[in-house]
């Protein structure tokens, strides 16, 4: 399987895509309608960005208490009850609840994305055959990008057109797509592991990831280089307000690029080897930007540094290598949310370097620190790199 077209000849994966284009399509939508009409309520900046953000800060909630479920569900059921959860939570946004309601509904959003988050990653590894999971991941990815470019910018017309709320109704429709799709197209399979989910067994498991020693910089890696770069996108608006939009195209450009040139056209030989230099183009190109350059090249920075993001492709597809099949599922939710929580974190730390100093400066502290993260993660990725080589049969 080394092409879109025979990717998508699998009818589960063709289901699976179509759920995950929905679900990433309605979160950008119900993102956008309930930012603008917590800020019409309360006018307040703050709380706007943390309905829009919420989510991904309660997925670190999830990580650490529901995700041992992605691995003893089955996948199926799980996908699809989940879709009819959030869809339900949508709803009820769309009523117009107090603010403290919202937030605690967001809870709720989050813990229950963070958990089916997990639940795709390990049945991803399940539907493709292990040479395909790069492809088949880049595919997902091509969604994500593709679907917050759509759902952003008919959530803006929606949201003018209709209303906040009625636009939240749009997002909970959304997302009962997704269960259907889920329902109908993907196939009955047992969990992947035994035993009952709980917090003690999230935890535990977690520890069992956390002890091997080469999936620990493999998380990091996913984590924490590619964070510091969100927060630099994070400070586009102030960096540039009349061409924050460009820059944020640049952004999805380059990492659509980047994820269609690791998926389709990078051989297995070559992603270990130019996997240190990706991850280093993630961030160099930055730098270029603290010096507050013209606006086409800030964009062309953007471009090049964005292509390195296909270096999470090559992570995922290690980490996928090392842990036991019957902890894929959580191994995966918790590179999710992991990821998530360190990307609402870094846009947090970006903006308050701005406030005490400049948007461009910050945004060269964070490329910077970026490329020293990566620069001090190399060896231990380069050693497990060549132990996953020496363990991978010929």
Do not use: K
């Amino acid at each position: 399987m080394q092409t879109y077209r025979e990717l998508f000849r699998n009818r589960e994966f063709a289901a699976l895509f179509t759920t995950a284009c929905a679900q990433n399509a309605a979160g950008t939508v119900t993102g956008l309608a309930l930012a603008t009409e917590v800020y019409s309520r309360t006018r307040s900046p703050l709380f706007a960005a943390l309905s829009m953000f919420g989510p991904s800060l309660a997925q670190l909630a999830g990580a650490t208490l529901l995700l041992s479920a992605a691995d003893r569900l089955p996948p199926r059921a799980a996908i699809s009850s989940l879709a009819l959860v959030t869809a339900t939570l949508v709803g009820l946004l769309s009523t117009g609840p107090p603010i403290w309601l919202i937030f605690v509904l967001l809870l709720g959003m989050g813990l229950a994305g963070s958990l089916a988050g997990g639940v795709r990653g390990g049945l991803l590894t399940e539907i493709v055959p292990p040479d395909a999971y790069v492809l088949g991941r880049s595919a997902l990815n091509i969604a994500t990008g593709t679907m917050q470019i759509v759902g952003f910018s008919a959530g803006g017309l929606l949201v003018t057109v209709l209303s906040p709320g009625q636009t939240l109704l749009v997002g909970a429709g959304l997302h009962l797509t997704a269960s259907a799709v889920a329902r109908l197209g993907l196939s009955r399979r047992a969990p992947r592991a035994s035993g009952r989910p709980s917090v003690v067994e999230t935890w535990r498991v977690n520890r069992r990831l956390w002890t091997i020693t080469s999936v620990r910089p493999v998380y990091l890696g996913l984590w924490i280089p590619n964070g510091l770069i969100v927060g630099c996108e994070a400070l586009f608006v102030p960096y540039s307000p009349t061409g924050a939009g460009v820059l944020l195209a640049s952004a999805a450009v380059g990492m659509l690029t980047g994820d269609v040139l690791a998926g389709r056209f990078l051989p297995p030989s070559w992603r270990d080897r130019l996997a240190p230099f990706l991850r280093l183009l993630l961030a160099v190109p930055y730098l270029a930007l603290a010096f507050d350059p013209h606006l086409a090249i800030a964009a062309v920075a953007v471009v090049i540094a964005s292509i390195g993001y296909c270096s999470t492709l090559l992570l995922q597809e290690r980490l996928v290598a090392l842990v036991p099949a019957d902890a894929r599922g959580q191994a995966l939710g918790l590179h999710t949310s992991g990821m998530l929580t360190m990307q609402a974190v870094c846009a947090a730390l970006a903006g308050t370097v701005a406030e005490f100093t400049t948007p461009a400066v910050a945004i060269g502290v964070m490329s910077a620190a970026s490329i020293t993260v990566t620069l001090l993660l190399a060896p231990a990725l380069g050693r497990g790199s060549r132990e996953h080589a020496t363990m991978t049969p010929a």
